[in-house]
Every structure is written in structure tokens, then in C-alpha cells.
């Protein structure tokens, strides 16, 4: 496919890197396959005498179970298999914890099928697997459990007081503690002018793919060997997690990630119970087993986040430069912590975000609660810090009859002073590697307009209409550790093959590695080929997750290319008998520099330089293999390798910075409560831009998780920990009505760190999102004297505000 | 194991342009009938409670929530399925190039049903206004896109 016509996002200053590819808003290979209907996903799949598997989950938020009856099920029409923790040998015990920290004193994660104790409703106890998936849910309402009812711990704010435990080994629910600091913040409160105090919240939510989980897995008794197709976001993670929990050598196990229906980071675990459980019954088996995840599971045993309570504080001048900033929170961890520290750990980095601040004090305690477990959600942490810090910007600009937007621009980190180190230390240094938050932050503001915006808002007050306007600013971690890696191979057909450990969910990788592999080695972009989702292909890597696919696999990628471009030479400069710098790749075409008359196709040098290779074509006839000119070729190079094979790594040694500021203008109805967006300004840097239409789609979809997040969509639980959300009637995701329009902007500092130049943005279009809506109502209802100081904002709680202030 | 499977039911209907007979359980949903007895899996199922519309069919030319039906409902009916707008070897139709040339879909998951609910538009209504349009893609979900380029999409499809 050609480029199509499709402008890349208004340039800032100077002209964005561009390569052939690289820079071009290519239209998606993945797309005709999935406009099609061809898609193939988890539930897609129907094997040969597969079975159908239903869980039965826990209906008590905190029990001990008394009793499992399994009799009737097991006896119930259809049925092949129940399981329950018993029928688990050595795999009756918690699963793995991903991320081990010091900081985590009482680590809890859950069995795959509880027996004695469950922690939240929704969680796993039993697994009925029959003929039907019909029949799998009949017979799993037959399974019986006796609970002995324990109170539940639902609120955040009084877990750590309360006498009820979510685990009955954890007191006072603590699983960890977080502290990180720079400078010396109580000197910097004690000599301030002014400080100001807040105390900030962020209710539980949830990402919400379109497409719930689900697992097929395929025992061949056989061949011995464990097939397992898994909506997630990490199949080589899967992989050599199934192969030792399992007692299977790596290479027994294969796992796919098919087309996956979105990720946002509910799909990264290692493992769901369900992963374990159904690859062990298909064990049992040895038929397919398949579970496809209904919306209402989803809802409660999905992993959730976004939950945090935050008593945080500014010191600053009379300037409003801030001299310091404390924060001490509480992070809802869930009933387990199988993710580790991750999410409360990138809030902790993340405060201070694109300022000067040289004093800062975090302290995190993490809470055990009766719900999901919390795993990152696009943005993982970093909203709330940006929620926290900017709330903490408007309480100095209101003390200081300033505008939000020049306390910001007072303390914005110079652009002269990059790269920036922060002196926070989480696992890693946090080193800002380049940046330039002021002029961002300009043109922020040239798209928002606050002055003409002030105007427009004067009149409108006059008409009895609320309008307001905010902004955040983010700095956005990107591409964790360790590393991705790539296995190139140029066919005989010319095509080059890439395959990649990562994943996709709808971001498109296909497509843009494949930019960044025809510009590295000089090909045709028709002519590349990216696989990716099969950890029988590539082994050594991760998957898809913190923003990391493109900026890890994309060098990995480059670097393969690279590695073949001087095979390619190398045998090329016997060929046309030069040096090998002297040979040029383009448009999959070899020649001599300055001699491009003389040159020959990649695939033809592919298919000489491996004569084994066939079928061939000698005057117009098909012929097999050239066993002489092979054999000549091995008596003059015996040991040079015959085609064109190449691994590629790359890891950045840190996570690298992209940065960014979002404005917004709402008008709030103050009768009804509702808030309605009317434009929403997106400046945002991520570094070189490989695909502009990607990186912006990437930036909408975010933007309107972000509006969601803000105003629509809220996880509620009752006093007991029954859920009361749990589908798409109660929980309410954004709608076409719901986005406004959304003006795109961008700059572009190349990371230093890494050959592309890039840095990772999948999650830049939701971070700042609710710090944006939290200062537009506030700055819309200001003359009720509301404060925002807890998200979402539902049509009620405005409501509530405008009382409560009056 | 005793089997009490209610006996299966006759389904004659057309889905796709193709006489077919489903023989189904009463309770099988017209969604697991097209995905896995008839093997047409680019109907996707997101919720199962009718609101994502991943799941929209057009049944007698109007779109449909293929889970909030039973396949026994669907007797003497005419179905069309996300396979039906661009059959095998025939190029892709001007609704879904203008999905792929305006980047309106990401994971894919949700946009058959979004593409079958907008071939009724286009059909019933060719001259639709925005705020149709809008109210068309209102029973849509999708978690990708934001929503911007699937309009773009439907308007580049209806103006053109």
C-alpha cells in the first residue's frame, strides 16, 4: 500500500526526521484482514473436539469457604471435567509475583482455584469444563460453595485502620511501603512564604477492552506438546511462565497471541488463574479446552486501577515558584499484588513531572482491599500523579490571585537544562533525556487562547452559562527495561521477514516496524514482513506494555536490518567485486555507489548467495536446486553462511521521556451537573514520529479513555464488597457524543538514547486527562467557590460541590 | 453422562446471499450460531447485553444486536454479516476503504459492527446528516479510537 494522503499532525518548529517511510502516515497492513471480518481472535477458533470451560467465582468479597460441592456439576450433562484447587497438585499455590521490591513486606498473590480462603467476589474457586459453553455455565451454577462470611474492606481511605483483614497474615492490610525523596523538603516548607494542603482522590476504573480474555489451550498427548492461543498483551511472558509452572521444557510450549480486541494493560499478567487453569485441564484432557471471558466476569476479576487517596502539599513563593512538594498516599492494591509496586511506584516518580522542583517527599502505603487485584491501566500511576501535582499548581495560583498557566510557565524545567535529572530514584534513575517542556507549553497555550478564552467565558457568566478552561502538563516514562529483540531473514522470494517478541492489540506494529525495517535496510515496505504474537518465533523479549513495543522492538528491529545490511554488502562486494562500504541498498535493489545501473534484486542476490534455494528459473523453466554451483560455492567460501540471517537487540538502559500538555474547555450546567467538553488541545512529544496517523489514533483513543476516566465512568462496590458495576449499563464508557473536538499538536526532541530517536506515547492521550476536567469545572463554577479536589466527576457530584459550596 | 439437550431446531434462512439450514438449540444466541456453527467469526461478541453493538448484524436490511437474539428467531429471515460487504477476492467495499485510507480502527474488534450498522445508514439514508451519523455510531462502543476517524470514516464513505 502506498502512503496515503492522510497530513501528519502541524509540525512544530523544523520539519519532523523523516526517512522514505519512516515519517509517513502508511496506511495499516493490518486493516484489510480486519475489515474483512478475518480477524482472528481467541474466541475465533474452533479446534477439533474442543471443550468449553466456565468458572465458578467466589459471590463473597471476604470469606472462608467452608465447602466446595461439586457432585452435581460433575454429573451434569455435557460435562468432562470439574477442577477445583484440590485437583491442582503442585500448582495449588499462589502464582507468581511479577516484580519482587524490597518495598513489598507482605507480597500476596492468589492461588489459580481457591480452597480455604477467598478475598474478592469474582474470584476463581472452581472450573467446569464440558461440551458446550452452554453447558459449562449450567453446570457450573450447580457448584455449591459454603462461605463463612467475613466484613469486608471496601474503602480505601479507612483500610490501613480498620480491624477487619483482607489477609489474615497482613496487619492493619499493609502489603508495602514506598519512599522516595530529594532535597530537604522540611526546610523548604519551614522557610517558604506559603504553603497549601489538599487532600486528592481518584476512584477505581477500569480499561476495558472491547474484547473480554479468554484462553484456548491444546494438549497434544501425542506429540506432547502444549499449544495455547491467550488474548495477552505478553505470549513469550506466557510461554516460559506455562513451560515452568507446568514442568514442560520451553520448547513443548508454543503461545499465540492472535488478534488481540485492546489491551490497555488488563491484558499483562503473568498469570490470571484462568491462564493457568485452562492450559491444565486441556493437560488433563488432552482435548482443547477454551474459555472465552463474558462482560460480567470481566468486570469482576479483570484486573482494575486507578484507585488513590492523596494528602499532598506545596510550599512556594510569592513569585509561585514551588520550593517543595509532599505528598503522602494511600494506593488500592486490590485483594493480591501480582504486579508488584509498579503502579504506586511510576505515581512516585511521576509528582513533580515537567517542574523544577529540587524538594520532594513521597511516601506510598499500599493497601490490601476486598477487590480485583490492580495491575496498570494505560497510564499506570502517572494520571495521578498528574492529577495531584496540578491540582497542587491551581491551589497556588488561586492563593496567589495568579493564572494556573503562569505558575506553570514560572516552573517549567528550562530547555536548556536537558537532559534532566530528577534525583528520584524508583528501581532506576529518573533522567528526563530530552525535552522541551517550554515550548510545548507555548503552544499549548497558543490552541488554548486563555486571554480570548477569558472573555468568551466573561460574556457567557452574563448569559448564565459556566464555561472554564484547563491544562496539564506530563512527562510520561516510557520503554521499560530490559530489552526487545528481533530475528530478521530476507526470502528467496526478496520479502524480508521480522519477527519481534511484542505484541499488538491495535497499535499497529505491523505496520510501523515495517517502516522502520524498509528504511534501515533499504527496501520497499510492500516487500517487509513483521510477525509478531508467537513466542514460538522470537524468544528473547517481553511483550507489549509501558509504552515500550515501538521504542524497543523499533531498534531491535533497526538493528537486525542493520546486521543484514552488511551480510547483504558483504556478499554483494564479492559479487561486483568492491569494498563493502562501496555497496548501496535501495528500493531492494543492490548496486555500486555511483553505479546504479549495474545492479541486481535483493532477491536475486538472496537466491544466489543460497543456490540450494529453489524453485529457480533457468530460461524459462522452472529447475530445482543448483547442486554444482552450491558445491563451487562451498569449495570458495566453505563456511560463509548461505542466507541472509540476523538477530537484532535493543535496550535503552533507562526508561526514556516522552512529555506533553493538554488544555480543555467545558461548559457545566449547574441545574443538571453535567459537564460538557467542548475542545480538548493535545501537545505532545514523543520524540521522533514514525507513523503520524498511529501516533495521533494512539493519542484519541487516549484522550477519550481520559474523558471517561474524568466525567463518565466509576467502579462501585457496597458495604459487604458486593460489585455494583459490572457491565456496560452501570459502568459507562465514552461515546462518539462524548469527545469533543480535539486539536493535535506536537514537538519533537529526538531521544538521545536510542539509534530511532524515538520515545514510546501510548499512554500520553489519558495521563493528564482528569487534572485537565478537574481544573476546567473548577475554573467553570468558580463563582460558586468550587474546589475539585476528587475524580470522577459525575453529574451528582457537581451537583454535590455547587451545594456544599454554598 | 446423560444428556437432557433440548432437541435442535430447524433455522432456514439466508445469511450472506447462501440458503442456509442452522440446526440449533432454542437458547443458542443468533451470534454463536453465525460465529461457530456457520464459522462467520467477524461478528464479534464484547458484552453479550446489547450495548457494545460489536455485535450488530443486518437482519431483513436493519443492523441488529446478534446477542439479544435467539438463532431461532432468525426463521425465514435474510442475514448480512461483516464477510458479505467485500467477498472473498473482491476488493474492499468504498465504506471500508475509507476505514482503512482515515485510520477508523485499531484492534479491529468492535468495527464489524460498526461497519454493518453504517451499510444500513448508507443504504436507508445516503444523504444523512452528521447528527445521524452521530446517532448511528451512539450505539457503538469502541476503546481504540477515540471515535474521531471512524466519523471521518463514515463521512468520507457518504460524501464521497
Known amino acids: 500500500m502506498s502512503p496515503h494522503p492522510n ?95 524490597p518495598a513489598l513486606t507482605h507480597p500476596k498473590t492468589q492461588r489459580p482455584l481457591a480452597t480455604e480462603r477467598v478475598h474478592y467476589v469474582g474470584q476463581t474457586i472452581a472450573c467446569v469444563v464440558a461440551e458446550t459453553r452452554y453447558l459449562a455455565e449450567d453446570a457450573a451454577s450447580l457448584v455449591e460453595v459454603e462461605y463463612e462470611t467475613l466484613p469486608a474492606v471496601v474503602d480505601l481511605g479507612t483500610a490501613g485502620q480498620v480491624s477487619q483483614r483482607v489477609h489474615d497474615d497482613v496487619p492493619g492490610n499493609v ?21 497549601e494542603k489538599l487532600r486528592l482522590s481518584i476512584e477505581r476504573s477500569t480499561a476495558s477492552p472491547i474484547e473480554p480474555r479468554g484462553v484456548l489451550a491444546d494438549w497434544d498427548r501425542k506429540l506432547r506438546r502444549l499449544q495455547v492461543w491467550d488474548s495477552t498483551q505478553a505470549p513469550v511472558a506466557i510461554k516460559h511462565g506455562l513451560a515452568k509452572m507446568l514442568a514442560l521444557s520451553q520448547e513443548q510450549v508454543d503461545v499465540t497471541a ?103 517527599d513521597v511516601r506510598a502505603t499500599i493497601l490490601y482491599t476486598n477487590k480485583p487485584p490492580v495491575s496498570p491501566y494505560r497510564g499506570a500511576g502517572r494520571p495521578h500523579a498528574v492529577f495531584v501535582m496540578e491540582r497542587l499548581i491551581c491551589a497556588v495560583a488561586r492563593r496567589l490571585g495568579m493564572e494556573p498557566h503562569e505558575v506553570r510557565r514560572r516552573n517549567l524545567i528550562p530547555t536548556n537544562e536537558f537532559p534532566y535529572d530528577t534525583g528520584l530514584h524508583i528501581d532506576a534513575p529518573v533522567r528526563y533525556d530530552s525535552g522541551d517542556y517550554v515550548k510545548g507549553f507555548e503552544l499549548a497555550l497558543k490552541h488554548l487562547d486563555p486571554a480570548g478564552f477569558r472573555k468568551q467565558q466573561e460574556k457567557a457568566r452574563k448569559e448564565g452559562r459556566y464555561l472554564g478552561m484547563g491544562m496539564g502538563t506530563y512527562v510520561e516514562a516510557t520503554g521499560p527495561a530490559p530489552y526487545e529483540s528481533c530475528r530478521a531473514k530476507v526470502e528467496e522470494s526478496g520479502r524480508v521477514i521480522f519477527d519481534v517478541a511484542v505484541a499488538s492489540q491495535g497499535q499497529g506494529h505491523q505496520t510501523t516496524l515495517a517502516q522502520i525495517a524498509a528504511d534501515a535496510l533499504g527496501v520497499e515496505f510492500d516487500h517487509v514482513v513483521v510477525r509478531e504474537g508467537d513466542a514460538s518465533r522470537v524468544e528473547d523479549g517481553i511483550g507489549t506494555f509501558g509504552s515500550r513495543s515501538l521504542l524497543l522492538a523499533g ?102 521521556y516522552g512529555s506533553g500538555v493538554h488544555a480543555a474547555t467545558v461548559e457545566v450546567d449547574p441545574e443538571t451537573g453535567r459537564v460538557r467538553m ?27 479513555q481520559g474523558i471517561g476516566g474524568a466525567l463518565l465512568e466509576r467502579l462501585t462496590w457496597d458495604e459487604s ?72 466527576l459525575f453529574p451528582s457530584d457537581v451537583k454535590r460541590l455547587i451545594r456544599e459550596a454554598g | ?100 485510507e482515515q485510520h477508523g480502527l485499531q484492534c479491529g474488534f468492535c468495527t464489524p459492527g460498526i461497519l454493518m450498522s453504517l451499510t444500513a445508514l448508507i443504504r436507508e439514508h445516503p444523504d444523512a446528516p452528521d447528527d445521524e451519523i452521530a446517532l448511528t455510531l451512539d450505539g457503538h462502543l469502541c476503546r481504540c479510537t477515540g471515535y474521531k476517524n471512524i466519523v471521518k470514516a463514515a463521512r468520507a464513505a457518504m460524501r464521497a
Open chain 1, 555 to 656: 531498534n531491535a528491529v533497526a538493528a537486525a536490518a542493520g546486521e543484514l545490511k552488511t551480510q547483504i554488502a558483504a556478499y554483494a562486494a564479492e559479487l561486483f567485486e568492491c569494498a563493502p562500504g562501496d555497496i548501496v541498498i535501495q528500493r531492494g535493489r543492490v548496486h555500486v555507489a555511483g553505479n546504479p545501473a549495474r545492479d541486481v534484486s535483493l532477491r536475486d542476490l538472496a537466491m544466489m548467495a543460497n543456490p540450494i534455494g529453489y524453485p529457480g528459473e533457468r530460461d524459462g523453466m522452472v529447475v530445482g536446486p543448483a547442486y554444482g554451483d552450491a558445491l563451487k560455492r562451498a569449495k570458495e567460501r566453505p563456511a560463509a553462511a548461505p542466507m541472509f540471517e540476523a538477530r537484532g537487540y535493543f535496550g535503552a538502559g533507562q526508561q526514556l
Open chain 1, 7 to 101: 497530513p501528519p499532525p502541524q509540525a512544530g518548529e523544523g520539519e519532523p526526521s523523516r526517512g522514505r517511510h519512516v515519517g509517513h502516515s502508511i496506511g495499516r497492513v493490518e486493516d484489510e484482514r480486519l475489515l474483512r471480518g478475518n480477524g482472528r481472535y481467541v474466541d475465533d477458533i474452533d479446534l477439533p473436539r474442543q471443550l468449553h470451560a466456565a468458572f465458578v467465582r467466589s459471590q463473597q468479597a471476604n470469606a472462608r469457604i467452608k465447602a466446595i460441592n461439586i457432585e452435581r456439576a460433575r454429573s451434569a450433562p455435557g460435562v468432562a471435567l470439574v477442577l477445583t484447587g484440590h485437583d491442582l497438585g503442585h500448582l495449588n499455590k499462589p502464582l507468581p509475583l511479577l516484580g519482587p521490591n
Open chain 1, 678 to 704: 467542548l475542545k480538548y488541545i493535545v501537545v505532545h512529544d514523543c520524540g521522533v514520529i514514525i507513523n503520524p496517523a498511529i501516533v495521533e489514533g494512539q493519542i484519541l483513543g487516549g484522550v477519550a
Open chain 2, 1 to 100: 453422562m446423560t444428556n437432557s439437550t433440548p432437541a435442535a431446531v430447524d433455522v432456514r434462512c439466508r445469511v450472506n446471499g447462501v440458503d442456509t439450514t442452522l440446526s440449533v438449540e432454542p437458547r443458542t444466541l443468533l451470534s454463536d450460531a453465525l460465529r461457530h456453527d456457520l464459522g462467520l467469526t467477524g461478528t464479534h461478541v464484547g458484552c453479550e447485553h446489547g450495548v457494545c453493538g460489536a455485535c450488530t448484524v443486518l437482519l431483513d436490511g436493519k443492523s441488529v444486536r446478534s446477542c439479544l437474539m435467539f438463532a431461532v428467531e432468525a426463521q425465514g429471515a435474510e442475514i448480512s454479516t461483516v464477510e458479505s460487504l467485500a467477498p472473498e477476492g473482491q476488493p474492499l467495499s468504498p465504506l471500508q476503504k475509507a476505514f482503512h
Open chain 1, 175 to 195: 502489603a508495602g511501603a514506598i519512599h522516595d525523596a530529594i532535597g530537604d523538603v522540611d526546610a523548604a516548607f519551614k522557610e517558604a512564604a506559603y504553603t
Open chain 1, 258 to 360: 492472535p488478534d488481540v480486541g485492546g489491551g490497555f494493560g488488563t491484558k499483562i499478567m503473568l498469570f490470571y488463574p484462568e491462564e493457568l487453569v485452562i492450559p491444565f485441564a486441556a493437560k488433563q484432557l488432552g482435548r482443547p479446552v477454551k474459555w472465552s471471558e463474558d462482560r460480567w466476569e470481566h468486570f469482576v476479576s479483570a484486573n482494575q486501577e486507578r484507585g488513590q487517596i492523596h494528602d499532598a502539599e506545596v510550599a512556594f513563593d510569592r513569585e509561585g515558584r514551588i520550593l517543595g512538594v509532599r505528598t503522602s498516599f494511600l494506593h488500592d492494591t486490590g485483594a493480591f499484588i501480582p504486579y508488584g509496586i509498579a503502579v504506586p511506584a511510576n505515581t512516585s516518580t511521576h509528582v513533580i513531572g515537567q517542574y523544577r522542583i529540587k524538594n520532594y
Open chain 1, 721 to 792: 464488597g458486593q460489585p455494583q458495576t459490572t457491565s456496560f449499563m452501570d459502568f459507562r464508557l465514552p461515546t462518539v457524543d462524548d469527545i469533543p473536538e480535539v486539536v493535535l499538536d506536537h514537538v519533537e526532541t529526538p531521544s538521545p538514547l536510542n539509534p530511532l530517536g524515538v520515545k514510546g506515547t501510548g499512554e500520553a492521550g489519558i495521563i493528564p486527562a482528569s487534572a485537565v476536567v478537574a481544573e476546567a469545572v473548577e475554573d467553570a463554577l468558580s463563582p460558586f467557590g468550587v474546589h475539585v479536589s476528587a475524580m470522577p
